[in-house]
């Protein structure tokens, strides 16, 4: 009965715990992004401190070197995001007279009409959003979370020393654990940062490259987006892959180019999981894939795009948490990516084969 009612607790307390994250998002998430950055900013700001640099005065130069690095790289892209939305229409026109081309080539093979002409023409038609408002408010909800984010981090990182007293009143018995659970927790996010950064510059440099050399106009644009769309690990790199090719296809005219495009970016997209990210990232989060993808799948769907990147990391430190406690360390290793094979669990495998797969005889 006892533990009947412990699971009831955990289930009430999960179903809370994801309601309170969902509709509190618009505090949640530009505050857990703010602490990812703190702690990624933490190494500059404190080599500003060891310079005799005033704590604030350290923080804020800290915070602005990156500012300025972020608006350059956001000015540029926005410049070649002009460029392409002044041609949409033209390549809504290609796209409409390729569409056509091929139906009618499709309608002479089968020896008729493949489509009719009225709903060729009601097909085609491209549609128009005109829900300015919604517009709106979703563009000054984003700028408010970007503005923020910068006061979040700046903040925590002023009051390192409060947070770090906080939890040693708050764990009296157990300050050093307590203390290794932070540390932990803060090399795990810091070095989580530092690597995707880095991966995220390599694969920007490998696809400008080669959008370069393939004559796409936009390819500092299009090689950011392969590059930050990478970020959502198993869904990123096909939704940013599907527009580019189409894009490709849209503004060539043979079928080469958009297969060129698609071998090259496969191609990189297994030479960053296989190369890159394990030299570069390393194990760092530690977390097997199918927590991974559900990971994902629970960040989306709480968060939007921000929890499908946050909670990778999130589920690393919840990982290092249960690992701290003697009852929780099963769920801890649910998690994890080693899988020895203990002589128990091989004796059960046998098991099961020889009642299901084992003819009788």
Not at 224 to 248: D, E, Q, T
Request: proline share 3%; charged share 15%; with cysteine.
């Amino acid at each position: 009965m006892r533990r009947l009612q412990q699971t009831a607790y955990f289930l009430i307390i999960l179903v809370l715990g994801a309601i309170c994250m969902k509709e509190g998002a618009f505090i949640l998430v530009p505050m857990v992004w703010g602490i990812f950055f703190a702690f990624a900013l933490y190494p500059m700001s404190s080599w500003f401190e060891r310079k005799r640099f005033p704590r604030g005065l350290a923080i804020f130069v800290s915070i602005l070197m990156v500012s300025l690095v972020a608006f350059g790289i956001l000015y540029l892209l926005l410049n070649q995001m002009v460029g392409l939305i002044r041609e949409i229409p033209e390549i809504g026109e290609n796209l409409k007279e390729k569409l056509s081309r091929y139906y009618d080539e499709i309608g002479l093979l089968l020896g008729q009409e493949f489509l009719n002409p009225d709903h060729k023409a009601d097909m085609f038609s491209i549609m128009q959003a005109d829900n300015l408002n919604q517009t709106l408010f979703s563009t000054g909800k984003s700028l408010t979370l970007a503005g923020i984010i910068p006061l979040y981090s700046f903040l925590i990182l002023y009051y390192k020393d409060f947070f770090t007293e906080f939890l040693i009143r708050l764990s009296s018995k157990n300050k050093e654990s307590v203390l290794n659970w932070a540390a932990d927790s803060g090399q795990i996010i810091q070095s989580y940062l530092a690597g995707i950064i880095r991966v995220t510059g390599i694969v920007a440099l490998l696809a400008g490259i080669f959008f370069y050399l393939m004559g796409i106009k936009y390819f500092i644009l299009f090689a950011s987006f392969i590059a930050i769309m990478n970020l959502i690990p198993y869904v990123g790199v096909f939704i940013s892959s599907f527009f580019v090719i189409l894009y490709v296809f849209l503004t060539t005219d043979s079928f080469i180019y958009p297969f060129v495009t698609f071998a090259t970016l496969w191609g990189i997209q297994l030479f960053e999981n296989n190369i890159i990210t394990p030299l570069v990232v390393g194990s760092k989060v530690k977390v097997n894939a199918l927590a991974v993808i559900l990971a994902i799948l629970l960040g989306g769907w709480l968060w939007g795009i921000s929890g499908m990147v946050l909670f990778i990391p999130l589920t690393g430190v919840l990982k290092i948490t249960l690992e701290r406690s003697q009852e929780l360390k099963p769920f801890a290793y649910l998690l994890g990516d080693d899988v020895p094979v203990s002589e128990s669990s091989e004796n059960f495998m046998k098991l099961i084969h020889r009642k299901y797969f084992t003819k009788k005889t």
